[in-house]
């Protein structure tokens, strides 16, 4: 479903990606795997047409996407919850959500509506704070509305940045949960995620990115189990 291909990102003179490639598979969840500063949020923020590579290429579904805008690529299929949850906190969550259905046309009313319940229904606490102001969430409350909101958009593919970032240890468990049920719901998923113990638990297969660079690839329960793996991310060994 998606191909990244020598992707070569600059920040300004500084080169955050260095030729990064890497493939999701319809149906799958991904995971990529890093300390801060590796380039996880680079790649997802360039896979959604945040920034601009210097080269190569990102294909979605058979169709080149890297020179597109943001709001073509969530027209496309392809939605993102972002790092630090970025929902907009003087609005209450239910005009949150509605920003979610945004680019979708009004002829998908019905379909919108069906969606909003699914998020509903995935986030039962959300419903309870319809009118609330968004900022009034807490952290993982946020965290939910990020995510129902990206889903609003009926991505194909999800990206989620940091999910457990901030979170309480059972919160960021519920969040896991949803995001397995996201995916066996039919949605696929790359994953940006510290928590590299949570994330190969849920992911199929992992990338392990360092300074810009992919070193190493494979089956997230093989990867788990990876003497370097163990010793640099899940603190083993």
Not at 88 to 101: D, H, I, K, R, S
Request: aromatic share 4%; glycine share 10%; with cysteine.
């Amino acid at each position: 479903m998606l191909t990244i291909s020598n992707l070569v990102v600059n920040y300004g003179a500084i080169r955050a990606l260095h030729g990064v490639s890497l493939r999701v598979g319809k149906g799958e969840i991904v995971t990529l795997i890093g300390c801060n500063g590796a380039g996880k949020s680079t790649t997802l923020r360039t896979v959604s047409g945040l920034l601009r590579p210097v080269s190569g290429s990102i294909e979605f579904d058979g169709a080149m996407i890297s020179r597109l805008a943001p709001h073509t690529i969530v027209a496309r299929g392809l939605a993102q919850a972002p790092e630090g949850r970025g929902i907009f906190a003087n609005m209450t969550v239910e005009e949150n959500l509605e920003l979610g259905a945004y680019a979708r046309p009004k002829s998908e009313a019905p379909q919108i509506e069906k969606d909003r319940e699914r998020a509903l229904t995935l986030f039962p606490r959300l419903r309870e704070r319809l009118k609330q102001n968004a900022g009034t969430l807490s952290g993982g409350e946020q965290q939910m509305l990020a995510i129902g909101r990206a889903l609003l958009a009926r991505p194909r593919l999800l990206l989620l940045d940091e999910p457990s970032l901030g979170l309480a240890p059972q919160v960021v468990a519920t969040i896991f949960r949803i995001i397995r049920e996201i995916n066996e719901a039919g949605t696929t998923i790359l994953l940006v995620e510290q928590n590299a113990h949570m994330a190969l638990q849920v992911a199929h297969r992992a990338y392990v990115l360092q300074v810009g660079k992919i070193v190493m690839e494979g089956d997230a329960k093989e990867l788990a189990s990876h003497d370097e793996v163990r010793r640099a991310y899940l603190g083993i060994g």
